[in-house]
């Protein structure tokens, strides 16, 4: 069969306690969850920061030192992932985003 990667934010709670609720699903080398770590930030936004810097994300997003980028980047998600798409700039993905496509695509 296929492997399954499930992704999904720490939301500010540890791994292992967002871990047990799905444990029966998962399945080692077969079906498994990847979550984001605590130290690099809730969601997505701040974690997307921590691994690539304001500066770059600013460029990549268009947006200009007055605005706050966490802020700006949870209220436009659709609109700061069609530029993120569209931009020559590749830019750091997440440790647990990188693990999920290794683990599919080895």
């Known amino acids: 069969g296929k492997q399954v990667a499930v992704l999904r934010d720490n939301d500010g709670h540890a791994q292992e306690d967002l871990r047990a609720p799905v444990a029966q699903w998962l399945a080692d080398g077969r079906?498994?969850?990847?979550?984001?770590g605590l130290e690099e930030g809730a969601t997505l936004e701040p974690q997307l920061i921590a691994h690539n810097g304001e500066v770059v994300l600013r460029k990549v997003l268009g947006i200009t030192p007055a605005a706050d980028l966490?802020?700006?980047?949870?209220?436009?998600?659709?609109?700061?992932?069609?530029?993120?798409a569209s931009s020559k700039t590749k830019l750091i993905a997440p440790a647990y985003m990188s693990a999920a496509a290794t683990f599919i695509h080895g």
Request: net charge positive; charged share 35%; aromatic share 10%.
């Open 31 to 36: 079906r498994e969850l990847f979550i984001g």
């Open 70 to 84: 966490s802020t700006w980047m949870t209220r436009e998600k659709t609109e700061g992932a069609l530029r993120i």
